[in-house]
């Protein structure tokens, strides 16, 4: 599945107000930063809008720089499913995988 489609998947399940899905790097984990995807119901105004086959996505304004030149991807095995990132902005990540520093 391509990220577009999990976007689409998302936003037909989404609450009725959302607007379209948010791209964040809030502080968390044993490395700094983590990436979360969640609903949005409105845009900041220093969000990035990046309108794809799916949907809106949204790019938090605060995380624009640590995220410049990442792709994003949707992965599932017999294991896991979630949103993968890579990103040359990432110095090093904690050994689980949850978090990442700059």
Same mark, same amino acid.
């Given at each position: 599945?391509? /990220?577009?489609? $999990? ?5 037909? $399940? *989404?609450? *009725?107000?959302? #607007?379209?899905?948010? &791209? =964040? @790097? /809030?502080? $968390? ?5 983590? +990436?979360?995807?969640?609903?949005? %119901?409105?845009?900041? /105004? ?5 309108? @794809?086959?799916?949907? @809106? &996505?949204?790019?938090?304004?605060? =995380? #624009? &720089? +640590? ?22 902005? *990432? ?9 990442? %520093?700059?």
């Amino acid at each position: 599945m391509r /990220p577009w489609a $999990r976007i689409a998947d998302l936003m037909a $399940r *989404a609450p *009725a107000d959302a #607007i379209g899905v948010k &791209l =964040s @790097t /809030p502080k $968390r984990g044993c490395s700094g930063l983590a +990436y979360s995807v969640d609903y949005v %119901t409105e845009a900041k /105004p220093f969000d990035e809008r990046i309108d @794809t086959p799916g949907g @809106t &996505l949204f790019v938090d304004g605060g =995380s #624009i &720089l +640590y995220l410049i030149g990442s792709t994003m991807d949707w992965v599932e095995d017999d294991f896991t499913a979630g949103f993968v990132f890579q990103n040359p902005n *990432a110095k090093g990540a904690c050994g689980c995988g949850e978090s990442f %520093t700059v």
